[in-house]
Each structure stands twice: as structure tokens, then as C-alpha cells.
Nanobody, 123 residues
Framework: VQLQASGGGLVQAGDSLRLSCAAS????????LGWFRQGPGKEREFVAT????????DYADSVKGRFTISRDDAKNTVYLEMNSAKPEDTAVYYC?????????????????WGQGTQVTVSS
């Protein structure tokens, strides 16, 4: 499956932003999906994940209550709604697909990756 992330940009602290990740190539509904991010000089870290059916989600503690992951299988797209953005959210955001529905928090648990979209939150 090929993934294409979009929607990044420059926002101010407290603002909202929605990232999108469009998939193509295979049956979208067969994959759990995740969002990860990588800040300057940091390792890639887990942000959120959603199951095949969309019925289960999991979030990193740092974004819980502020970010929401969702999927629209009719559009082959997964979203990350970012609210109350903080400067520490600044990173390149990546979407990823997992064909085993692990709802994992490790990058190694995902089989396919998009190219990333930059999010910058100014204070």
C-alpha cells in the first residue's frame, strides 16, 4: 500500500490542524493505521493508532485529549485532528499501515510508511 501524508504547516500554539493520509494500492480496510512523528534531533515516536474497523484507538500520553485519529475507508484516508497545538508538537508527521492490526506503538510494527508532512507550532 502507498501512503501520502498532507496537511502540515505552520500554526500558532493553541491552534488546530488536520493531517490527512491517503492510501492506494491495496484494500485500505485491511490495515490498522498509525501516526508517528519525529522532531529535530529526536527518534521517531508514536502518536496515535486506529484498528481495521476504526473501533479501537490508542494515543501517546503527550497527545491524549488533544489529538484524534479517525479513518474514512470510503475515501481510503486516515486523519489526525490536532487541537490545542503546542510548540513541542513540532515535528515531521508520518502515517503508517500495519497489516496485522497490532495497534502497535513501535515503528517496527508497521509495514508501510508515507513520506511525512512538516508541522511547526510557534509559541
Amino acid at each position: 500500500v502507498q501512503l501520502q501524508a498532507s496537511g502540515g504547516g505552520l500554526v500558532q500554539a493553541g491552534d488546530s490542524l488536520r493531517l490527512s493520509c491517503a492510501a492506494s494500492g491495496r484494500t485500505f480496510s485491511n490495515y490498522a493505521l498509525g501516526w508517528f512523528r519525529q522532531g529535530p534531533g529526536k527518534e521517531r515516536e508514536f502518536v496515535a493508532t486506529i484498528s481495521w474497523s476504526g473501533g479501537r484507538t490508542d494515543y501517546a500520553d503527550s497527545v491524549k485529549g488533544r489529538f484524534t485519529i479517525s479513518r474514512d475507508d470510503a475515501k481510503n484516508t486516515v486523519y489526525l485532528e490536532m487541537n490545542s497545538a503546542k510548540p513541542e508538537d513540532t515535528a515531521v508527521y508520518y502515517c503508517a499501515a500495519d497489516r496485522y492490526n497490532n495497534l502497535g506503538t513501535l515503528p517496527t510494527q508497521y509495514n508501510y510508511w508515507g513520506q511525512g508532512t512538516q508541522v511547526t507550532v510557534s509559541s
